[in-house]
């Protein structure tokens, strides 16, 4: 989330990280911010078994996301990809993340451009 080689830090990442552990339900904007090359809650805390849908929001050009360990902005317990890049504001991805462990992904065509997110995903009590 912070500064990298390959990337400036996420714009809208104030180094909180939003409790979303009681939510069944978890969607994530890609493409938020003033300038829509961010996601939004960039950093979230969820409980094991939980699904979460990144919902493109149109703004800032064509998005993906991806965590993909080779081409990562730090070490990730997942690897997940929505395919290429995508324009438009009908487009959703989900994921469901059934084991604890951190999963950091990007945006490939704004990694430089600090379009990084994360999802603490911890064991239901």
């Given at each position: 989330m912070t500064e990298t080689d390959v990337g400036d830090a996420a714009k809208n990442y104030d180094?909180?990280?939003v409790d979303l552990r009681e939510e069944s339900d978890v969607s994530i904007d890609v493409g938020?911010?003033?300038?829509?090359?961010?996601y939004g809650p960039s950093a979230v805390a969820v409980s094991a078994g939980t699904e979460i849908?990144?919902?493109?929001?149109?703004?800032g050009g064509a998005h993906n996301v991806e965590a993909e360990a080779d081409?990562?902005?730090g070490e990730t317990d997942?690897?997940?990809?929505?395919?290429?890049?995508?324009?438009?504001?009908?487009?959703?991805?989900t994921h469901t993340f059934?084991?604890?462990?951190?999963a950091l992904y990007h945006c490939e065509p704004h990694l430089s451009l600090g379009m990084?997110?994360?999802v603490?995903?911890?064991e239901e009590e």
């Open positions: 180094g909180e990280i938020a911010g003033d300038d829509g090359l961010a849908r990144w919902e493109w929001t149109g703004e081409e990562q902005i997942y690897e997940f990809s929505s395919g290429e890049a995508e324009t438009g504001d009908d487009i959703e991805y059934d084991e604890e462990g951190i990084k997110g994360s603490v995903i911890e």
